[in-house]
């Protein structure tokens, strides 16, 4: 199978070089297909950034290539690679080099998962060089992918330098402590004095070289291999050491005391391009501004009245300052070091940078034209050491948008700050993206992809402050009243969502609407006042419908679904769920697809679909988890959870639950903390720890009631009455059951009472009252199936079965039986293995096992 090589050192110690020969010793093995990615200082923002590198390289495309004629040569590489999955991971790779697509591929991240992608046809080696520097984007790719060397001939080798700080290191701890069986872990260290002499030896065979220069060189080194070699090569150049014709040898031509020996690396590489001719010279530079890696069309359109460039890159290569790294579709250079990158390019003048990088940003704009999004990146780096403000904070605004399109939330985040810093100085007159538009996407990406409400308010004030229109002003207020309603502040959410509808009021009929009224929806829905829900909620589905508004309609669905569950309408919240989550795929709203999945997930488990249920909630984990959303996240967790005390399996709902409440507090959400703890209690009261319980509930309750969110209130009293009854305090169980029945309103759906007449029938059967156990049994039995909850039916089924079989009233015996019977039933359906034993005994006492 696969591997996993980590080899880590620092600047100029060999990790690159230890690679170059490994490549070079496999040339006569089997066909290996090699695939380098490699990751830049300028680039660390850049989403998705070495794969990308990798992904040109292993199609061979060159840069300037026609967007469909790249669409196509995928499409082909695709098929053959993994034509069984073929629909899956095509449209990821195409969004993900930004390649426009048909309708029927638009597609987020979520597609690409390890058993999606097969090496199996072509053993395959993956370099990624220079990892820290990758984008946290990459490295969270990566680390996913590591599993394919379980079962691909795929070995994966990473270069980086002992950064702990940097996620890099998260790729050496992971393949350590997950794939040891896999993993082999390089550190090179810098040589030691006798390895030193020993390379010096090797390089120059020069037995008279008088010790004490040898020592001088050898303590500059401090085992740095790539300082030796550039040093000797500095000595070459400068005719302070010659070879002798005849001999083959290399002899001292000054006196030792005239030949300087720079301090440093960059000091010997410094000294090296100071001897380069002029003409020569300058195309190293000019080279270095464009970055480590430059197309030689490129470079040649920048330096065109350089006569000879062929020359003068061949003398570079000669040299060993840059190599070649593509010949074909096109050439393509990189410096051999990134220390001699940076030593061409700090060799210029601060305005000759700036002149070259604006003859790169218009170069790359002229020659991309048709694929500027590919370029973004590039060219916000060029513009602003240009420093062309302008022209920077446009591209670096397009990035950040590009970044948060592929869910890359951090790199976002990075490009969306630097605008905002660059903009801030601008006159109004110059701004090509207002500041109000950048505020609001910062707060967009941390509320909906971080779950970091402090920052997204902040950012959501100021665009409400700098918002240039009523429409923008109501945007902002309704952003504000979010997270206030994510908080619990309800009363400050209703403020700022009916200061929304007051703006629009006079507007002819918006989008925007349709977005508060669904809040609004979702608002009362939080208070139980469902009524309310349903009016805008209605409103909101209208006005998307006249608009022809996806993501309204979207949104409209989504808690038009809510409130079907809350009424017991199961089917018809179904039917909401999938319309939403259909809708939110087709605008590639990833956030919301989260909580889609979420509510999908919920609602096929409460029918007992329990495959369809998990199959939504790990498509909402893998999503949640990629952009970073602990808010959303905690619901997938708890709604998991609650799908393993339906199936039996109370252990794994506790560590479920446990990660839901963790994930929880860290979003801030108040409703997702409060659910997450009850659900939590209900998993430890299932394992017996009732003290646990008892206070996860208190918590849940203290929360509801500071924040006012009393949906919760009827689920938290059945829970402490459940708990109460357990301990066998049944004044305390009747009391919360009173509280439930009274927070559930006037009239509480099926499914609710359903539960409640189980719960008193639970305090009968603890306190041995089989006669009155029975009768709220069997009322909370019609209940729960007239409500279509599967789980519930079987759990009371369950209760009654037992209930019959200890009352002993003539036919008993046949009515547990026919009970405990179809409970088995229910549950084998539901895959609910942990009822199965208990159920199993009580039949086999009964004498009715079949």
Same mark, same amino acid.
Request: hydrophobic share 40%; proline share 3%; aromatic share 6%.
């Given at each position: ?10 600047? *100029? ?136 060397? &379980? ?35 390089? !550190? ?20 008279? #070289? ?80 464009? $970055? ?17 460039l062929d020359a003068h890159l061949l003398r570079l290569q000669r040299e060993q300052m840059i190599r070649e790294r593509a010949r074909l579709p096109e050439s393509e250079y990189i410096f ?33 034209? &048709? ?11 060029? !513009? ?7 022209? @920077? ?40 993206? $207002?500041?109000?538009?950048?505020h609001e996407c910062l707060g967009h990406v941390y509320l909906g992809n971080l779950s970091r409400q402090d920052e997204a308010l902040h950012h959501y004030e100021c665009f409400l402050r ?5 429409? &923008? ?30 703006? #629009? ?83 590639? &709203? ?29 498509? $909402? ?46 979003? *801030? ?23 646990? +319980? ?20 009827? +689920? ?16 305390? @169980? ?16 099926? +499914?609710?009472? *359903? ?90 006492? #009964?004498?009715?096992?079949?």
């Amino acid at each position: 199978m696969g591997g996993i090589v980590t080899i880590v050192g620092e600047a *100029g110690i060999g990790k690159s070089r230890l690679v170059a020969e490994v490549r070079v010793g496999a040339r006569h093995a089997s066909p290996l297909q090699w695939a380098e990615g490699r990751c830049l200082s300028y680039g660390t923002s850049t989403a998705y950034q070495f794969w990308l590198d990798m992904m040109r390289g292993l199609l061979r495309v060159r840069a300037d290539t026609a967007p469909a004629q790249v669409r196509d040569t995928l499409r082909e590489w695709v098929q053959a690679l993994c034509p069984q999955h073929f629909e899956m991971v095509y449209p990821y790779l195409a969004q993900l080099m930004s390649l426009p697509l048909e309708v029927e591929h638009e597609v987020s991240l979520r597609d690409l998962e390890g058993e999606n992608i097969k090496a199996a046809t072509f053993r395959a080696v993956e370099t990624r060089e220079d990892l820290h520097w990758a984008d946290p984007t990459s490295i969270d790719l990566l680390e996913r992918l590591l599993a394919l060397t &379980d079962r691909t001939p795929l070995l994966f080798i990473c270069l980086f330098r002992p950064q702990r700080e940097h996620g890099c290191w998260r790729i050496k701890e992971s393949a350590a402590r997950l794939y040891a069986h896999r993993h082999t872990d390089l !550190w090179l260290e810098p040589l030691t004095t006798s390895e030193s002499e020993t390379l010096v030896s090797n390089l120059l065979r020069m037995e008279s #070289l008088v010790k004490s220069f040898k020592q001088r060189v050898l303590r500059h080194a401090e085992g740095n291999p790539f300082y030796l070699e550039e040093l000797i090569r500095s000595l070459i150049d400068s005719g302070a050491i010659v070879c002798d014709e005849v001999s083959g040898s290399w002899q001292l031509a000054q006196d030792l005391d005239q030949i300087p020996v720079p301090e440093t690396l960059v000091g010997v590489l410094l000294a090296r391009i100071d001897r380069l001719p002029e003409d020569t010279k300058r195309v190293l530079r000019t080279a270095s501004v464009i $970055g480590r890696i430059f197309p030689y069309r490129l470079l040649e359109a920048i330096a065109g009245e350089e006569r000879q460039l062929d020359a003068h890159l061949l003398r570079l290569q000669r040299e060993q300052m840059i190599r070649e790294r593509a010949r074909l579709p096109e050439s393509e250079y990189i410096f051999k070091h990134h220390l001699t990158h940076e030593a061409a390019y700090n060799g210029l003048l601060k305005k000759e940078r700036r002149v070259l990088h604006r003859q790169v940003a218009e170069t790359l704009e002229g020659l991309f034209s &048709d694929r500027i999004q590919e370029q973004l990146e590039l060219l916000a780096h060029h !513009w602003e050491q240009a420093e062309e403000l302008e022209k @920077a904070v446009n591209y670096l605004f397009q990035a950040g948008e590009r970044a948060r399109r592929l869910g890359a939330s951090l790199e976002a985040i990075d490009f969306y700050q630097s605008a905002l810093q660059k903009a801030t100085g601008l006159s109004p007159s110059q701004h090509t993206v $207002g500041l109000d538009r950048i505020h609001e996407c910062l707060g967009h990406v941390y509320l909906g992809n971080l779950s970091r409400q402090d920052e997204a308010l902040h950012h959501y004030e100021c665009f409400l402050r700098l918002a240039r229109s009523d429409e &923008d002003g109501a945007r902002a207020a309704r952003k504000v009243a979010t997270v206030h309603l994510l908080r619990g502040e309800l009363a400050e959410a209703q403020e700022y969502y009916e200061a929304a509808l007051a703006r #629009l009021n006079d507007l002819p009929l918006l989008a925007e609407t349709s977005r508060v009224y669904y809040y609004l929806a979702y608002l009362f829905v939080s208070r139980n006042q469902l009524d309310e829900a349903v009016r805008h909620a209605s409103a909101s589905l209208e006005v998307s419908r006249q608009l022809n508004d996806s993501k309204g309609l979207a949104d409209a669905h989504r808690v038009m679904g809510i409130i079907a569950v809350h009424r017991d309408e199961l089917e018809v919240a179904c039917e909401h769920h999938e319309r939403s989550l259909q809708l939110y795929r087709q605008v590639g &709203d990833l956030p919301r697809m989260v909580a889609a999945c979420n509510n999908l997930g919920d609602t096929y488990r409460l029918l007992g679909q329990m495959d369809r249920a998990l199959e939504r909630l790990n498509e $909402g984990l893998e999503i949640a988890r990629r952009i970073g959303d602990t808010r959303d996240e905690a619901s997938l967790l708890q709604t998991t959870a609650e799908l393993l005390l339906d199936q039996g399996q109370w252990r794994m709902a506790v560590e479920h639950s446990k990660r839901a409440v963790s994930a929880a507090e860290e979003s *801030g959400v108040a409703s997702r903390i409060i659910d997450s703890h009850r659900v939590l209690a209900a998993a430890c009261e299932a394992v017996g720890r009732l003290e646990d +319980a008892r206070c996860h509930l208190e918590i849940a309750e203290t929360l509801m009631r500071d924040t006012q969110q009393f949906r919760f209130a009827p +689920a938290i009293h059945l829970g402490l009455a459940q708990v109460s009854a357990t301990q066998g305090d049944f004044g305390e @169980a009747r009391k919360c059951l009173e509280q439930a029945l009274e927070a559930a309103g006037s009239e509480p759906p099926d +499914a609710f009472l *359903g539960l409640v007449h189980r719960c008193h029938g639970y305090v009968h059967s603890r306190g041995k009252n089989w006669k009155d156990a029975v009768v709220h049994l069997e009322r909370s039995l019609t209940l729960l199936e007239s409500a279509n909850v599967p789980a519930e039916v079987g759990r009371t089924r369950l209760s009654l079965g037992t209930a019959y079989a200890n009352r002993g009233q003539e036919g008993d015996r046949g009515r547990a039986c026919e009970q405990l019977l179809t409970a088995l039933s229910i549950f084998q359906k539901m895959g609910a293995q942990g009822y199965v034993p208990q159920l199993e005994m009580q039949l086999e006492e #009964l004498g009715c096992l079949p």
